[in-house]
């Protein structure tokens, strides 16, 4: 797919919350197969203190960020994502862009066929398809000893992200974050929820905007039809609670089996079998993950990197986003009417991503 680069020179557009993140993540898993190349912020502070955290060099322009480097960090906020990987491909640099992909499915589209078109290996920054929790939680749903999977519930809540740990007020503004809660932040849950339960075929939801920002909903109830049978809601709410950062719980009801998770990464991961019941969180949750699946801790920065260096696709792709923005548009239709039901394009497991 690409060309073999080592070191991997790494670009960063955007030098915010998400992209110091992805940084210190490189450091820690991939520091000699990565070098720090430049960094570009309209807001030179943040460019600043990115550089000297890292040892990125502070560039005047995107131009001089893309001409730089091999590979390149898209992490800015949502409305500049289309125009930075059409640039970054334009050049055959790999790029890894932040999920959303982008404020619409159109434009989301047009993004995995621009890299598919160009060549280049791409990567979304939908990371909790890596994480050990939800890959456990995933192996022990399809378990047979679990039967069918019969319902779902997700919940996911966190403060409106304005304020806090947020420095930034991007995610109040419709132009360039798009929409609220669902788009910004449940992408993943739905996501999540094909990954882990399978293909949805119809949604059905209503939304509220309780802060008063016109297009930044801030609680959404979602119902899902599985193409399985199995039904599922999703409850996706930014409220003002400081204590609460971003915290997901998911309970699976199996025809056999009840399991429950919650924290993104390390659990608890909780299971009730007949005749077997257990809890599993951290270093524990880890070892079962590698004793029964195998799971393979990967650090999904390091990832991309080591695909660049290697030049072979990296995971998840554009496709992958594609399709989760194909859910969060069908949620948002079905808002807009009311809370009519509406129809999911079905793909294959595979092209739905949780093959
Ligand atoms: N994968 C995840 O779990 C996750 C978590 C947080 C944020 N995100 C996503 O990452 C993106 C950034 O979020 P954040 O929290 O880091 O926001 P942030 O406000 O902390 O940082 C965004 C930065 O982008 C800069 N910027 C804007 N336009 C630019 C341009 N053309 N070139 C270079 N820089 C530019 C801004 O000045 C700002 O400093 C968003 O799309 C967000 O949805 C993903």
Redesign the pocket.
């Given at each position: 797919m690409g060309r073999r680069v080592t070191p991997v020179r790494v670009g960063w557009?955007?030098?915010?919350?998400?992209?110091?993140?992805h940084s210190k993540m490189l450091r820690h898993d991939v520091r000699d197969l990565a070098s720090w190349a430049g960094v570009?912020?309209?807001?030179r502070s943040?460019?600043e203190a990115f550089a000297a955290a890292s040892g990125a060099t502070v560039c005047d322009s995107?131009e001089e960020?893309l001409d730089g480097c091999d590979a390149v960090f898209v992490?800015?906020?949502?409305?500049?994502?289309r125009?930075?990987v059409e640039a970054a491909a334009e050049r055959g640099l790999p790029v890894f862009c932040?999920?959303?992909l982008a404020t619409n499915l159109d434009d989301a589209r047009s993004m995995a066929r621009t890299v598919r078109d160009a060549g280049v290996i791409n990567q979304v920054?939908?990371?909790?398809r890596r994480s050990p929790a939800f890959t456990l939680l995933r192996h022990l749903v399809h378990e047979e000893a679990s039967g069918r999977t019969m319902a779902v519930v997700f919940r996911d809540d966190q403060y409106m992200?304005v304020q806090g740990a947020?420095?930034?007020t991007?995610?109040g503004e419709v132009d360039?974050?798009g929409a609220g809660t669902l788009l910004?932040?449940s992408i993943?849950d739905l996501d999540l929820l094909e990954w882990v339960v399978g293909p949805v075929e119809r949604v059905a939801a209503v939304a509220r905007e309780f802060h008063g920002v016109a297009g930044i909903e801030d609680a959404v109830v979602t119902t899902l039809e599985f193409v399985s049978g199995a039904v599922g809601t999703l409850v996706s709410v930014w409220h003002d609670v400081l204590e609460r950062p971003s915290l997901r719980r998911v309970e699976v009801l199996c025809e056999r089996g009840w399991y429950c998770q919650e924290d993104d990464w390390f659990g608890p991961v909780e299971w009730i079998r007949s005749g077997d019941r257990g809890r599993v969180a951290g270093d524990d949750l880890l070892a079962k993950a590698a004793a029964e699946i195998p799971y393979e801790a990967v650090n999904p920065d390091g990832a991309f990197v080591r695909a660049v260096a290697e030049g072979r696709p990296a995971w998840p792709d554009f496709d992958v986003a594609v399709r989760a923005h194909e859910l969060v548009d069908a949620v948002y239709r079905s808002c807009a009417a009311g809370g009519a039901p509406v129809d999911v394009p079905v793909h294959s497991p595979e092209a739905a991503g949780c093959g």
């Open positions: 557009l955007g030098a915010g919350l998400i992209a110091t993140f570009y912020d309209p807001d943040r460019a995107e960020v992490c800015t906020w949502t409305s500049e994502h125009r930075l932040e999920k959303p920054g939908l990371i909790l992200p947020y420095a930034s991007w995610r360039k974050a910004e932040h993943h």
